[in-house]
């Protein structure tokens, strides 16, 4: 998973993850590309979780742990529809689906400023 923020500076973010679940109820984890854990998130109704080393924190809703983790809100509920081929509107964001036979993701964000590329590669367990 990469992100490319356009702002001033510009912000990157990979790692590697593991996503389990659903947009209600998951799980996500993020390690770096020799495995050493970067965080692990974790939510449910009611419940958004950031464990980062040996702190956690919480957070309101699984969009703001999302953005806690990454630095960039990510839409959570259509990045889950996104992998499973349907093209779900979110209000500013873009998203290709035409390399998800390849194992391929990419969205954009065009709105609101900076724009925001989330590029994925995966493999399905």
């Known amino acids: 998973m990469s992100l490319r923020i356009d702002s001033e500076p510009v912000q990157t973010f990979a790692a590697l993850f593991e996503l389990r679940g659903s947009a209600e109820t998951g799980d996500l984890t993020l390690t770096t590309p020799i495995g050493s854990t970067l965080a692990q998130l974790h939510w449910a109704p009611g419940e958004a979780l950031l464990k980062d080393g040996s702190k956690t924190r919480r957070f309101d809703s699984v969009d703001a742990l999302i953005e806690a983790a990454t630095g960039a809100a990510i839409p959570v ?46 493999e399905r367990s």
């Open 77 to 122: 509920g259509a990045l889950f529809g996104w992998l499973a081929g349907r093209n779900d509107p979110v209000p500013g964001w873009k998203p290709d689906l035409a390399q998800l036979g390849n194992g391929r993701l990419q969205a954009v964000r065009e709105s609101p400023s900076p724009r925001a590329d989330l590029r994925i590669v995966f």
